[in-house]
């Protein structure tokens, strides 16, 4: 009886074939007009526009982070700055909790790190709201540290790399031992071989379609020439009349208010009351909402 032949997955390129490679197309495809990839910019403005891309594209995080650096250039200064207006200048890119754990992580960076963020991923992880891929993003995009920066376009690239189709669903320990494998040993190159990649999963190696015929590692690539799996069509999902889509008008409400806000009015943003009175509760636990001295609703005063 014969053994059974077993099967491996195509071995991921050296570091050093990846970076030649890789490198030259992503100085002439690199998008030098995303704001915070100016020379300049500071690992404050790198560390906002981390926490601002989270969950959001961003062609709408532009303009709001170009907005927000120039009034809050530093630590200090969002620290310093009332919540309210903080929430107001997040406008409507959505989970607003994200604005109030950046001033909280200002507040830090003033007070404990002199106002400068800092370089090491396990210092940055102490941060209030700052994981593991947003520590490595910010010691590598801005202090060109060697640290896996693995977010979901770098997990695809690399498993189409080793020859699957898709990564999982959450970033594993295998993902980032994966990724470490392929940096070089220099930090300046393996920092821009981070971003190359990265770059690579948003702009050709996409999650509906790869585009061998113009990708630069086509060849080292071991899902080269594959067709993707047909998969289930993914319905968009519903925003109108969700939790999240309350919980937004409410909040979009007490931005634009002049002053607080009668319970009248943010009982007419939407006709489900019972959703109305659980978005409210929820804003009031999350702290993204308050009420004066006479019940009426406003952005917290702190």
Same mark, same amino acid.
């Given at each position: 009886?014969?053994?059974?032949?077993?099967?491996?997955?195509?071995?991921?390129?050296?570091?050093?074939?990846?970076?030649?490679?890789?490198?030259?197309?992503?100085?002439?495809?690199?998008?030098?007009?995303?704001?915070?990839?100016?020379?300049?910019?500071?690992?404050?403005?790198?560390?906002?526009?981390?926490?601002?891309?989270?969950?959001?594209?961003?062609?709408?995080?532009?303009?709001?982070?170009?907005?927000?650096?120039?009034?809050?250039?530093?630590?200090?200064?969002?620290?310093?700055?009332?919540?309210?207006?903080?929430?107001?200048?997040?406008?409507?890119?959505?989970?607003?909790?994200?604005?109030?754990?950046?001033?909280?992580?200002?507040?830090?960076?003033?007070?404990?790190? +002199?106002?400068? =963020?800092?370089?090491?991923? %396990?210092? *940055?992880?102490?941060?209030?709201?700052? @994981? /593991?891929? !947003?520590?490595? &993003?910010?010691?590598?995009?801005?202090?060109?540290?060697?640290?896996?920066?693995? +977010?979901?376009? =770098?997990?695809?690239?690399? %498993?189409? *790399?080793?020859?699957?189709?898709?990564? @999982? /669903?959450? !970033?594993?320990? &295998?993902?980032?031992?994966?990724?470490?494998?392929?940096?070089?040993?220099?930090?300046?190159?393996?920092?821009?071989?981070?971003? %190359?990649?990265?770059?690579?999963?948003?702009?050709?190696?996409?999650?509906?379609?790869?585009?061998?015929?113009?990708?630069?590692?086509?060849?080292?690539?071991?899902?080269?020439?594959?067709?993707?799996?047909?998969?289930?069509?993914?319905?968009?999902?519903?925003?109108?009349?969700?939790?999240?889509?309350?919980?937004?008008?409410?909040?979009?409400?007490?931005?634009?208010?002049?002053?607080?806000?009668?319970?009248?009015?943010?009982?007419?943003?939407?006709?489900?009351?019972?959703?109305?009175?659980?978005?409210?509760?929820?804003?009031?636990?999350?702290?993204?909402?308050?009420?004066?001295?006479?019940?009426?609703?406003?952005?917290?005063?702190?």
């Amino acid at each position: 009886m014969r053994a059974a032949t077993e099967t491996t997955e195509p071995a991921l390129p050296s570091p050093d074939l990846l970076a030649e490679r890789l490198l030259p197309w992503f100085d002439a495809h690199n998008r030098t007009e995303l704001p915070w990839r100016r020379p300049g910019t500071t690992a404050w403005g790198v560390l906002v526009s981390e926490i601002m891309s989270q969950q959001t594209q961003v062609a709408r995080v532009a303009p709001v982070w170009e907005a927000w650096m120039e009034r809050w250039p530093t630590p200090a200064d969002l620290a310093a700055a009332p919540t309210a207006d903080v929430l107001r200048e997040w406008g409507r890119m959505g989970y607003p909790r994200r604005a109030l754990r950046l001033q909280e992580c200002a507040k830090i960076v003033a007070e404990e790190h +002199d106002g400068v =963020v800092p370089s090491d991923p %396990a210092e *940055l992880e102490k941060l209030p709201g700052i @994981g /593991n891929y !947003t520590a490595a &993003a910010v010691a590598v995009f801005h202090y060109g540290g060697r640290h896996a920066v693995v +977010d979901t376009n =770098v997990r695809r690239v690399v %498993a189409r *790399l080793g020859g699957r189709s898709d990564a @999982g /669903n959450a !970033t594993s320990k &295998a993902d980032l031992a994966a990724a470490e494998s392929l940096l070089p040993e220099d930090a300046a190159t393996a920092a821009r071989v981070s971003l %190359a990649l990265m770059e690579l999963g948003a702009l050709v190696c996409t999650a509906r379609k790869t585009e061998c015929g113009t990708c630069p590692v086509t060849d080292a690539c071991g899902f080269s020439g594959q067709e993707l799996p047909e998969g289930p069509s993914r319905k968009r999902q519903r925003y109108k009349g969700t939790n999240r889509h309350v919980r937004g008008e409410i909040m979009a409400l007490l931005r634009n208010a002049d002053g607080p806000v009668e319970r009248a009015r943010i009982d007419a943003v939407w006709t489900d009351q019972r959703m109305v009175n659980e978005a409210v509760a929820q804003l009031i636990e999350d702290g993204l909402i308050g009420t004066d001295e006479t019940g009426r609703f406003e952005l917290p005063s702190r």
